[in-house]
């Protein structure tokens, strides 16, 4: 759909303030990036760093290796690089490598066989990192937030005990943004996390039937109905053992055993949301990246991919914006973000933090207070409009994709922006978050590395609990894309 002529107004003066502001925060700032100069990260040493979780447990259980040696494997490689992106806050090194040899015994003592450790325990020694915001025992648990340094949790989130109970090794916990509410992860307390492929620029931020329980912040309103939580793999392979130890006693509303044919199923693509004036135009690096799929889908599968496009997507961000703003059953308004953030104690002022953080004295990010301040301009009752749009969307997707429909969508307009540039394009997350309002199912596939060395992806989404769908196809482009590349090759 073409912009109006306002809107195309709207957007040029939205770049164009957008540009200005951008190169003072530049100006202003202090710059960001590994030390000692260094523009690349060393490439992965280890074999054992290049193999999927599935396969190490294999290995692991049949005494191909010790898990002390993996989890040493992955000590090593931590503490090589995470001085140039900062992306683990805390480890746990010395317990994990206790953990480990206490796993290499369990294994020389154990009489069942194979078969009954991969039953009972399928991670069994495999690393693992949680991030920050879930519950990890013993570990810090302050999302972010200056306010809360010295949190440490007493429990497990729920997610994390199935995962050690199925045999997994954390490592330690990874930086989020500001109680997780951006797509970069930076803040106060940790500081800021590099991309592995450019230093420069940022990795992503925040992330169905996974409890969210002993997470933080905590959802509140009609949040928990959006928010849920799930895997992170370098491999396809693994996404849907862990998705099922995970979600426990839910696992069984999500089909996960059931056989896919990915010749039977309906595929379609939605090459962007629009041209919504809030969000950036996808790329066109991206958007032939999205095409490359569809081509090698419809020639290696024999399926008609049909593309679609859905008016109600140019709203997405303030769709996104309105559902996480409204009350749940019981008329309870969502705990406000000005409160979150004076946690433990109380409510932050955001006009006063905005001057502190001008004169650089805040404990807050630019995205926490800028959101704090749009929290501020919210009108009391949610717009009737924005909510038919969704209600209109959510039926025609759902009506669309049944059980058997699959779609692409990008991921973002761009590939991975430079330090704090979404600050000055805060709504092009609405690409991943109107699919989350939306309940439905996604999964993130890589699909290469482009012009600039970066990674190109695309979203691959299924109707409600349908996740076995994506997760079939995220294997099928792992296959067929090259999958994950190691940032350090040449």
């Given at each position: 759909?073409?912009?109006?002529?306002?809107?195309?107004?709207q957007v040029w003066l939205l770049k164009a303030a957008a540009g200005v502001l951008f190169a003072l925060f530049?100006?202003?700032?202090?710059?960001?990036?590994?030390?000692?100069?260094?523009?690349?990260?060393?490439?992965?040493?280890?074999?054992?760093?290049?193999?999927?979780?599935?396969?190490?447990?294999?290995?692991?259980?049949?005494?191909?290796?010790?898990?002390?040696?993996?989890?040493?494997?992955?000590?090593?490689?931590?503490?090589?690089?995470?001085?140039?992106?900062?992306?683990?806050?805390?480890?746990?090194?010395?317990?994990?490598?206790?953990?480990?040899?206490?796993?290499?015994?369990?294994?020389?003592?154990?009489?069942?066989?194979?078969?009954?450790?991969?039953?009972?325990?399928?991670?069994?020694?495999?690393?693992?990192?949680?991030?920050?915001?879930?519950?990890?025992?013993?570990?810090?648990?302050?999302?972010?937030?200056?306010?809360?340094?010295?949190?440490?949790?007493?429990?497990?989130?729920?997610?994390?005990?199935?995962?050690?109970?199925?045999?997994?090794?954390?490592m330690g916990v990874t930086n989020t943004s500001e109680l997780c509410m951006w797509c970069e992860s930076n803040?106060?307390?940790?500081?800021?996390?590099?991309?592995?492929?450019?230093?420069?620029?940022?990795?992503?931020?925040?992330?169905?039937?996974?409890?969210?329980?002993?997470?933080?912040?905590?959802?509140?309103?009609?949040?928990?109905?959006?928010?849920?939580?799930?895997?992170?793999?370098?491999?396809?392979?693994?996404?849907?053992?862990?998705?099922?130890?995970?979600?426990?006693?839910?696992?069984?509303?999500?089909?996960?055993?059931?056989?896919?044919?990915?010749?039977?199923?309906?595929?379609?693509?939605?090459?962007?949301?629009?041209?919504?004036?809030?969000?950036?135009?996808?790329?066109?690096?991206?958007?032939?990246?999205?095409?490359?799929?569809?081509?090698?889908?419809?020639?290696?599968?024999?399926?008609?991919?049909?593309?679609?496009?859905?008016?109600?997507?140019?709203?997405?961000?303030?769709?996104?914006?309105?559902?996480?703003?409204?009350?749940?059953?019981?008329?309870?308004?969502?705990?406000?973000?000005?409160?979150?953030?004076?946690?433990?104690?109380?409510?932050?002022?955001?006009?006063?933090?905005?001057?502190k953080r001008m004169a650089g004295k805040s404990d807050h990010t630019m995205a926490a207070i800028g959101l704090?301040?749009?929290?501020?301009?919210?009108?009391?009752?949610?717009?009737?409009?924005?909510?038919?749009?969704?209600?209109?969307?959510?039926?025609?997707?759902?009506?669309?994709?049944?059980?058997?429909?699959?779609?692409?969508?990008?991921?973002?307009?761009?590939?991975?922006?430079?330090?704090?540039?979404?600050?000055?394009?805060?709504?092009?997350?609405?690409?991943?978050?109107?699919?989350?309002?939306?309940?439905?199912?996604?999964?993130?596939?890589?699909?290469?590395?482009?012009?600039?060395?970066?990674?190109?992806?695309?979203?691959?989404?299924?109707?409600?609990?349908?996740?076995?769908?994506?997760?079939?196809?995220?294997?099928?482009?792992?296959?067929?894309?090259?999958?994950?590349?190691?940032?350090?090759?040449?």
């Amino acid at each position: 759909m073409a912009l109006t002529r306002l809107e195309k107004v709207q957007v040029w003066l939205l770049k164009a303030a957008a540009g200005v502001l951008f190169a003072l925060f530049r100006l202003l700032s202090p710059r960001s990036g590994a030390p000692s100069g260094r523009r690349k990260l060393p490439p992965v040493g280890s074999p054992l760093l290049l193999m999927s979780a599935t396969r190490l447990a294999h290995k692991i259980r049949r005494k191909e290796v010790s898990s002390v040696q993996v989890v040493r494997a992955y000590i090593d490689r931590i503490q090589e690089v995470n001085p140039f992106l900062n992306a683990v806050t805390k480890d746990r090194f010395d317990a994990a490598l206790q953990e480990a040899k206490q796993v290499d015994m369990l294994i020389e003592e154990e009489t069942g066989g194979e078969e009954v450790l991969e039953d009972r325990l399928p991670l069994l020694g495999v690393p693992l990192s949680v991030k920050e915001s879930f519950a990890l025992q013993g570990m810090p648990f302050n999302a972010g937030l200056v306010s809360r340094k010295g949190v440490v949790a007493t429990v497990d989130a729920p997610p994390v005990a199935l995962l050690k109970r199925a045999g997994a090794i954390p490592m330690g916990v990874t930086n989020t943004s500001e109680l997780c509410m951006w797509c970069e992860s930076n803040n106060h307390l940790h500081g800021i996390t590099n991309n592995p492929y450019d230093f420069e620029r940022i990795p992503g931020g925040s992330s169905g039937v996974v409890s969210i329980e002993n997470q933080f912040p905590i959802c509140s309103g009609r949040q928990a109905e959006y928010c849920s939580s799930g895997p992170m793999c370098r491999y396809a392979e693994d996404l849907l053992p862990m998705l099922r130890i995970m979600a426990g006693p839910n696992a069984g509303m999500l089909s996960l055993n059931t056989k896919v044919d990915l010749k039977k199923l309906r595929f379609f693509t939605v090459p962007h949301d629009g041209g919504s004036p809030m969000t950036s135009p996808v790329s066109e690096e991206l958007m032939a990246a999205q095409r490359k799929v569809v081509e090698r889908l419809e020639a290696d599968l024999g399926v008609a991919v049909q593309e679609v496009h859905f008016p109600e997507f140019r709203h997405g961000f303030r769709i996104w914006d309105t559902y996480m703003s409204l009350p749940d059953k019981e008329g309870k308004l969502p705990t406000p973000f000005v409160e979150l953030m004076g946690e433990p104690g109380k409510s932050m002022w955001p006009f006063w933090e905005l001057l502190k953080r001008m004169a650089g004295k805040s404990d807050h990010t630019m995205a926490a207070i800028g959101l704090a301040l749009l929290e501020k301009a919210h009108v009391t009752e949610p717009s009737a409009f924005i909510v038919q749009q969704k209600e209109k969307l959510q039926k025609n997707m759902d009506e669309l994709l049944g059980t058997d429909g699959v779609f692409l969508y990008p991921s973002h307009p761009r590939v991975a922006p430079k330090h704090h540039h979404p600050l000055f394009r805060p709504a092009d997350f609405a690409y991943t978050g109107i699919l989350n309002m939306l309940g439905l199912p996604v999964t993130q596939c890589p699909l290469g590395l482009g012009r600039e060395g970066l990674p190109l992806g695309v979203q691959v989404g299924a109707g409600k609990l349908q996740d076995h769908l994506t997760l079939e196809v995220a294997l099928y482009l792992e296959k067929t894309f090259g999958g994950w590349r190691d940032p350090g090759a040449n």
